[in-house]
């Protein structure tokens, strides 16, 4: 069911999984653990983090994380029924949005950040799949900190993919994935360190 194959990338080994109906790939070690552990400190501390309500089945709940979006400022974004309007860029998010972006030969100018305390922080089953992000979003999602498992799921053919998204790892979710598959970042109480993760998105300007 999947490959890895090694990529001529300089900096860390890709690991390509074939799938129905996904493109992915992950650089376990995209950023150096040291790089990838300041960037942690100066993000946890310098952005306006917020832990923000949403409503399920007509309650309003606290989502079980802390966020920040971040982008262009046409880039509002909406999400379980909110819509959120970008921060500016923070500087180190922009230069890693354009490193990543280099890296993946895709523009992206957004990103969800999310902060998770510990793990019983986490994220349910969602596809990536707003219409502001087009027909085939591609989602490249950098984690700092704490291992996380990520779970994939096909929504109507029953396989599954579980990862493990290291310090420093960078994912990239390409081709039909937000169409036919779900993913979440489970609960893992176990887990007692914080982890920050950053989707990078492209949104289209407005004509
Ligand atoms: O924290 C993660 O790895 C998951 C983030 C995610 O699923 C999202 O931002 O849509």
Redesign the pocket.
């Known amino acids: 069911m999947t490959r890895q194959a090694q990529s001529d990338n300089r900096k860390a080994v890709a690991q390509h999984f074939l799938l129905p109906d996904a493109e992915i790939t992950l650089w376990p070690d995209w950023l150096s653990k040291t790089d990838a552990d300041a960037l942690q400190a100066s993000l946890s501390a310098e952005l306006s983090w917020r832990q923000e309500q949403i409503r399920i089945y007509g309650k309003t709940v606290k989502i079980p994380r802390q966020q920040v979006w971040m982008g262009e400022p046409h880039c509002s974004y909406q999400y379980s029924g909110v819509r959120f309007a970008p921060s500016p860029w923070h500087w180190a998010v922009q230069q890693l949005s354009a490193a990543v972006s280099d890296r993946i030969s895709q523009p992206l100018n957004c990103v969800?950040l999310?902060l998770y305390a510990n793990g019983q922080d986490h994220?349910g089953w969602?596809a990536?799949n707003e219409p502001e992000l087009g027909a085939a979003p591609v989602i490249a999602?950098l984690?700092l900190g704490a291992t996380r498992r990520?779970d994939l799921q096909h929504r109507t053919q029953g396989h599954q993919l579980q990862l493990q998204?290291e310090n420093g790892s960078l994912l990239v979710m390409a081709g039909a994935c937000q169409q036919h598959w779900q993913?979440r970042?489970p609960k893992q109480s176990r887990v007692a360190a914080p982890r920050l993760?950053l989707?990078f998105r492209y949104i289209a300007p407005p004509v």
């Open positions: 969800l999310n994220m969602h990536d999602s984690s990520f998204l993913h970042l993760n989707t």
